[in-house]
């Protein structure tokens, strides 16, 4: 399946860098899903990592300074009230991990790869806990490195053990 959509986007002319750099820049796959791509495209792995990074990067700040005013509108027109309900009670529910250890519970936060964290979302949270850009930034960024290096290194090794038993 992946090789039929990799030859596809060789006929349209996007490069694998390009795709990499553009699935790290997508909410809920971000960097996770951009650099086990990466490695199955055959890429270098640090090139792989420095694109995933900086696409992963990319949408922060947009998201650190548009989401509580975005949120706000929400929660006044009638129709789009769920939504920011929803958002607030996401927050709400994962603020407590954050907001006991700040700054550091936000690095953690992105830094773990696991289902539902990452950049967007720490963003999310941060903006919605009305953090400000210079001091979500540095954490998520730092998350985002981590999280990049944890999954090159495990992309890497589970590719190496396809490749011994293939």
């Not at 694998?16 to 820049?25: A, D, G, K, Q, R």
């Not at 055959?42 to 696409?55: D, E, H, K, Q, Y």
């Not at 773990?112 to 954490?139: C, E, H, Q, V, Y």
Request: with cysteine; proline share 6%.
């Amino acid at each position: 399946m992946l090789e039929t959509i990799r030859a596809f986007l060789q006929t349209l002319g996007i490069s694998n860098e390009l795709v990499v750099f553009i699935v790290s820049m997508l909410p809920i796959v971000e960097l996770r899903g951009a650099i086990p791509l990466g490695v199955f495209f055959n890429m270098n792995p640090w090139v792989t990592f420095s694109l995933a990074v900086i696409g992963n990067l990319l949408p922060i700040p947009f998201i650190i300074l548009c989401a509580r005013p975005i949120v706000d509108f929400f929660l006044k027109v009638k129709f789009l009230r769920p939504i920011g309900n929803w958002l607030e009670n996401k927050v709400r529910k994962n603020s407590h991990k954050i907001t006991k250890y700040k700054v550091g519970g936000l690095y953690l936060f992105v830094a773990i790869p696991l289902p539902g964290t990452g950049a967007w979302t720490g963003a999310l949270l941060a903006a919605l806990m009305n953090m400000r850009l210079k001091d979500a930034f540095p954490s998520i960024a730092l998350g985002v490195v981590t999280a990049g290096i944890i999954m090159i290194f495990g992309s890497t090794i589970v590719d190496w053990f396809i490749t011994l038993f293939a």
